[in-house]
């Protein structure tokens, strides 16, 4: 079939009937059942040789791209985004404009840490990596002076974006982009670039995103006043955005302190884990089927990363709401999770560990636990043999549970703010999708 066409079908899938929480509970938006028609159709029209062509509705999710045109800049990229100004912009607000046709294109230079160390001085070296800003060290001397855009050509974060201003440098492994023409806002070229620059990095060997292809990125350009309130926009959320993640590092960063400030409490007695919690195997939690879906009930989980691997609808073996909370224990990586909801497990590599109420709360044990380092490079059963001889502070019931309640205001605040980065992405990607 493929020798019969000169077009290459793509079609874009957004929504497959769930939502992107944890969850993923069933939502009414699904692109699925219409893609499959779409391929369904394609293909019947190849078979008959007749002429296959997206109606306005079809065209929401799909685009075909003209085999040539993939094949003009010889990488072949198959990332369907890449040729989507070759459709119809009919609903196009500003005009599409290359960069190349706005921007003069240039590259940085080798510069080592041997060169900073011997030409060190005040104007900043920006580099490939996109943490501290692409920071990676100054000198005594600068190759750029005004507003530029630079990009990272080459490597893992190749694609990725930075507005630049006053004297600075740049490694060979950053690409320079100076405006040509005053109708252009730096910053704004910034924000719209990293929204798509990526989607023409090409991913053969070491990720790239060079020179001749960054020219042909086709970007909107309305007039300077517009890309200028554009620009505001963003950046108020931006700054909300930084000011939210802020306060969750702080506050994670404080988390970690719990066992110090139990610490700083005077005449309280060590305990070991064992004293304080008792283990149960998880052998009759254990879910006989991994056919999870968004339509049942109970959890199944993992006390690692990932948590709730998926819902059952396997009524036998959850584990009873009334012995909650308790703690899962990895017994081979001993990492931890609370839970105080009902459940069922996947494998018996852990413990679950039940306090003994009349001397602990739980959720202290929790937080005293994450303050534990421990060294787990060895790969067997930790709880009973080690972990559960570990000492920790114990203070009266009284001082565990309103140190928790500390901390649960913390937890409310983290989460809120969680929030609030979700809500203003969501605003920014509002933003930009009206251009």
Same mark, same amino acid.
């Given at each position: 079939?493929?020798?019969?066409?000169?077009?290459?079908?793509?079609?874009?899938?957004?929504?497959?009937?769930?939502?992107?929480?944890? =969850?993923?509970?069933?939502?009414?938006?699904?692109?699925?059942?219409?893609?499959?028609?779409?391929?369904?159709?394609?293909?019947?029209?190849?078979?008959?040789?007749?002429?296959?062509?997206?109606?306005?509705? =079809?065209?929401?999710?799909?685009?075909?791209?003209?085999?040539?045109?993939?094949?003009?800049?010889?990488?072949?990229?198959?990332?369907?985004?890449?040729?989507?100004?070759?459709?119809?912009?009919?609903?196009?607000?500003? #005009?599409?404009?290359?960069?190349?046709?706005?921007?003069?294109?240039?590259?940085?230079?080798?510069?080592?840490?041997?060169?900073?160390?011997?030409?060190?001085?005040?104007?900043?070296?920006?580099?490939?990596?996109?943490?501290?800003?692409?920071? %990676?060290?100054?000198? @005594?001397?600068?190759? +750029?002076?005004?507003?530029?855009?630079?990009?990272?050509?080459?490597? #893992?974060?190749?694609? !990725?974006?930075?507005?630049?201003?006053?004297?600075?440098?740049?490694?060979?492994?950053?690409? !320079?982009?100076?405006?040509?023409?005053?109708?252009?806002?730096?910053?704004?070229?910034?924000?719209?670039?990293?929204?798509?620059?990526?989607?023409?990095?090409?991913?053969?060997?070491?990720?790239?995103?060079?020179?001749?292809?960054?020219?042909?990125?086709?970007?909107?350009?309305?007039?300077?006043?517009?890309?200028?309130?554009?620009?505001?926009?963003?950046?108020?959320?931006?700054?909300?955005?930084?000011?939210?993640?802020?306060?969750?590092?702080?506050?994670? /960063?404080?988390? /970690?302190?719990?066992? =110090?400030?139990?610490?700083?409490?005077?005449?309280?007695?060590?305990?070991?884990?064992?004293?304080? $919690?008792?283990?149960?195997?998880? *052998?009759?939690?254990?879910?006989?089927?991994?056919?999870?879906? @968004?339509?049942?009930?109970?959890?199944?989980?993992?006390?690692?990363? *990932?948590?709730?691997?998926?819902?059952?609808?396997?009524?036998?073996?959850?584990?009873?709401?009334?012995?909650?909370?308790?703690?899962?224990?990895?017994?081979?990586?001993?990492?931890?999770? +609370?839970?105080?909801?009902? %459940?069922?497990?996947?494998?018996? #590599?852990?413990?679950?560990?039940?306090?003994?109420?009349?001397?602990?709360?739980?959720? +202290?044990? +929790?937080?005293?636990?994450? @303050?534990?380092?421990?060294?787990?490079?060895?790969?067997?059963?930790?709880?009973?043999?080690?972990?559960?001889?570990?000492?920790?502070?114990?203070?009266? $019931?009284?001082?565990?549970?309103?140190?928790?309640?500390?901390?649960?205001?913390?937890?409310?605040?983290?989460?809120?703010?969680?929030?609030?980065?979700?809500?203003?992405?969501?605003?920014?990607?509002?933003?930009?999708?009206?251009?």
């Amino acid at each position: 079939l493929a020798k019969k066409t000169k077009e290459i079908l793509f079609l874009k899938i957004q929504n497959d009937g769930y939502g992107l929480g944890a =969850q993923r509970r069933e939502i009414d938006k699904n692109d699925l059942p219409q893609a499959l028609e779409i391929i369904k159709e394609y293909k019947t029209a190849l078979k008959e040789n007749k002429k296959f062509k997206l109606n306005e509705k =079809q065209g929401k999710i799909a685009h075909l791209v003209a085999k040539e045109k993939i094949a003009e800049s010889g990488d072949y990229n198959l990332s369907g985004d890449r040729y989507i100004e070759a459709v119809n912009f009919a609903n196009q607000k500003w #005009a599409l404009v290359a960069v190349g046709d706005i921007c003069d294109l240039g590259r940085g230079r080798v510069i080592s840490k041997k060169d900073i160390e011997k030409h060190g001085g005040i104007y900043l070296v920006y580099s490939s990596q996109t943490t501290n800003d692409g920071i %990676f060290g100054s000198i @005594d001397s600068y190759d +750029f002076d005004g507003e530029y855009v630079t990009w990272t050509t080459d490597g #893992a974060n190749a694609g !990725t974006v930075f507005y630049r201003s006053g004297k600075f440098n740049c490694t060979n492994v950053c690409g !320079t982009l100076k405006a040509k023409t005053d109708e252009i806002s730096m910053k704004y070229l910034a924000k719209i670039l990293n929204t798509v620059a990526y989607k023409y990095v090409i991913h053969v060997g070491n990720p790239k995103l060079m020179n001749n292809v960054m020219a042909k990125i086709k970007i909107p350009l309305p007039p300077l006043e517009v890309q200028k309130e554009i620009v505001e926009q963003i950046e108020v959320k931006q700054k909300a955005i930084e000011a939210a993640k802020a306060v969750i590092e702080n506050l994670e /960063r404080e988390r /970690r302190y719990f066992g =110090q400030e139990i610490r700083k409490i005077k005449d309280v007695d060590l305990v070991e884990l064992g004293g304080v $919690l008792e283990y149960e195997q998880p *052998t009759k939690y254990i879910v006989k089927s991994v056919n999870y879906s @968004d339509e049942y009930k109970t959890p199944v989980l993992t006390a690692g990363q *990932t948590f709730i691997l998926g819902y059952t609808n396997e009524n036998d073996g959850i584990f009873s709401a009334e012995k909650l909370p308790v703690i899962i224990f990895d017994d081979f990586t001993t990492a931890t999770k +609370f839970v105080d909801f009902a %459940f069922k497990v996947k494998s018996s #590599a852990m413990k679950i560990l039940h306090t003994k109420r009349e001397k602990a709360d739980t959720k +202290f044990l +929790f937080y005293a636990m994450q @303050d534990i380092k421990f060294n787990h490079d060895t790969h067997k059963r930790y709880w009973i043999s080690e972990y559960s001889k570990i000492k920790i502070p114990l203070p009266s $019931l009284e001082i565990q549970k309103h140190l928790v309640a500390g901390m649960g205001e913390q937890e409310k605040i983290i989460e809120a703010n969680k929030k609030l980065v979700g809500i203003m992405e969501q605003k920014i990607t509002g933003v930009l999708s009206e251009i």
